[in-house]
């Protein structure tokens, strides 16, 4: 049986999502699909807008046969950690061929060629690397910008290809062709999975699906294939409003979202508007960073600098940024405001508030990444045929198997129970965001039931 891998937050499942899944089995001749999920938070540093449980139950309505988790220490990480934490997980089931993933440059050879650079590094690219550094522009910029002097003096061939590449999609040639590939956020993901593969040692093959008329980061409908980002900026603001702060009874009657919603109906597969419309019915959702504004207030004022500046992607006076803004800002978008910097975007900023909010220390994360990274195979859900490919995964796997998690938090690996004990502080932390009070019991990390479709 051909198997291929994807790496998936489904936040939420939308056309875009099912075109992958198709194309993904097409172009592969996959039999089975395993997805790498995000749990309850996601790679920007925010929680998913629904449940892990309920993402996993579209995912396999959708066709996947088996999801798997993407811990939290990776899932609310930069592409790079993000990356290796998912393809450690694909490579560690020792059934899986394929991985394919999206990419706005759709070809998987030009991004091979840059994450060989990244892997290597050549003598040439290091120093270039080191001066850009010693500007004072962040560490991406400086890469950026490394990356394409270096290509442009050292490597022709790859040059001529990047301009053939930026013709076609109607953007400059060299230098500024390399800019254009790198600040876009799938190619940059699809630049991380290719570096974790060669890590690693893989031997599953790469494969890419050029992405199809909006950007990831698109806020506006364009469509039949729009952003996730845009679907949840729909959600939260055009067809949905939600519970005062004094009025915390179920949002039932105030939830105007429905599966027949004509814009939703657009943009999105019935089997992920029917979940997300129950979801949000019985008051487990829409969750968004908003919901956790008073937790992070109050951490974030209670804590001492040295504990701030010992969070992941706190670093070079950032913690002084964060302590001042957390004082001095009335709600969380004035914080993110204050804080934020070129040099220190939003999104690595929400990363470390979530990681303040679940306990994980940058020692810890630098810890497990030194340690291999993921120490487990956590199981969400499957299908009938992800049965059959759970049963080929308990015999080939590298990594323990989990489909009871109580029955590992005990476990005599350190890095397990450490992994497990955050994960089940970010599911406490994120059912806080419910509308419905009778949902936001602790503890459901170790009572929700595996997914069977």
């Not at 990356?147 to 442009?152: E, N, T």
């Not at 179920?250 to 657009?266: G, H, S, T």
């Not at 940024?321 to 993110?336: D, H, I």
Request: glycine share 6%; proline share 4%; charged share 20%.
């Amino acid at each position: 049986m051909t198997v291929v891998g994807l790496v998936t937050e489904y936040n939420p499942f939308h056309n875009g999502h099912a075109y992958h899944m198709r194309m993904s089995r097409e172009i592969t001749g996959a039999d089975g699909v395993v997805c790498v999920m995000s749990g309850n938070f996601i790679q920007r540093g925010e929680p998913a807008i629904i449940n892990k449980w309920a993402r996993t139950e579209i995912a396999l309505s959708a066709g996947a046969d088996l999801v798997i988790e993407l811990p939290a220490v990776f899932a609310a990480a930069s592409a790079e950690y993000f990356a290796f934490g998912a393809v450690k997980i694909l490579d560690s089931l020792g059934i899986v061929d394929y991985i394919c993933f999206g990419s706005e440059a759709g070809d998987v050879d030009i991004l091979n060629a840059i994450a060989d650079i990244l892997v290597s590094e050549p003598q040439n690219y290091k120093s270039l690397l080191k001066q850009h550094l010693s500007t004072g522009i962040s560490y991406p910029s400086a890469r950026e910008k490394a990356l394409a002097d270096y290509i442009s003096a050292h490597a022709p061939d790859l040059c001529s290809r990047l301009g053939s590449l930026s013709s076609s999609g109607g953007k400059s040639a060299e230098p500024g062709s390399i800019s254009s590939l790198l600040a876009q956020s799938n190619n940059i993901l699809a630049i991380e999975y290719l570096k974790a593969l060669k890590k690693i040692g893989s031997n599953i093959r790469p494969t890419s699906i050029k992405r199809v008329s909006s950007s990831y980061n698109d806020e506006n409908l364009t469509g039949t294939f729009s952003s996730a980002t845009a679907i949840r900026n729909y959600i939260f603001t055009g067809c949905m409003h939600t519970s005062s702060d004094s009025d915390k009874s179920p949002p039932a009657d105030n939830a105007v979202l429905k599966a027949d919603d004509p814009v939703l109906k657009e943009v999105m597969p019935e089997c992920s508007r029917r979940v997300l419309t129950r979801e949000m019915e019985q008051g487990r959702g829409p969750v968004r960073l908003e919901s956790f504004e008073n937790l992070i207030f109050m951490t974030l004022r209670k804590m001492a600098l040295e504990q701030i500046a010992a969070l992941p992607y706190v670093s070079e006076g950032l913690e002084n940024r964060m302590k001042t803004a957390a004082e001095n800002s009335g709600n969380l978008a004035e914080f993110l405001e204050n804080a934020s910097t070129k040099r220190y975007p939003r999104t690595r900023i929400q990363r470390a508030l979530i990681s303040m909010l679940t306990g994980l220390r940058a020692s810890e994360l630098e810890d497990f990444m030194q340690n291999g990274g993921p120490q487990y195979i956590r199981i969400l859900g499957f299908s009938q045929k992800g049965r059959d490919l759970l049963s080929r995964i308990k015999k080939k796997a590298s990594l323990p198997v989990i489909t009871k998690t109580a029955d590992h938090k005990n476990s005599d690996n350190p890095y397990v129970r450490r992994m497990l004990e955050i994960e089940a502080t970010a599911t406490d932390i994120y059912v806080l965001g419910y509308d419905n009070p009778l949902f936001r019991k602790g503890g459901q990390e170790y009572t929700s039931n595996i997914v069977r479709l």
